[in-house]
């Protein structure tokens, strides 16, 4: 249990100072999938849903872009979703590796 607070303190600690930037790309990756929507007729819900679904990189396909602009936002959307992904597995894993160190000192980890 020890471990798991002092990882979550990490954790926590590090979202602060990434939480502009990841703040920044849930914007983009919104209003790239309100851009979608808007092209493509759909609700704003569903706009919404659709550029999580895809920056995430989940993919359902219960909905998608049908003209070339949109394919193009839908690019810039996947694309943002990625760098979003990879600063929250960078944070954790560095939240890990820093607990890990502290809570076990002198190992290889």
């Not at 471990?3 to 919104?30: C, N, Q, W």
């Not at 679904?53 to 990625?82: C, E, H, M, N, W």
Request: cysteine-free.
């Amino acid at each position: 249990m020890e471990f798991t607070l002092l990882f979550l303190e990490l954790f926590l600690k590090a979202m602060r100072l990434g939480f502009p930037l990841l703040a920044f790309f849930f914007l983009l990756i919104t209003l790239f999938g309100q851009w979608v929507g808007r092209l493509e007729g759909w609700s704003r819900f569903d706009a919404f849903y659709w550029s999580f679904i895809t920056a995430l990189t989940v993919g359902y396909g219960d909905f998608r872009p049908s003209s070339r602009k949109s394919k193009v936002l839908a690019l810039a959307t996947a694309t943002v979703g990625i760098m979003f992904s990879g600063v929250f597995v960078a944070v954790t894993v560095a939240a890990a590796t820093e607990a890990f160190h502290r809570y076990m000192p002198g190992s290889s980890v």
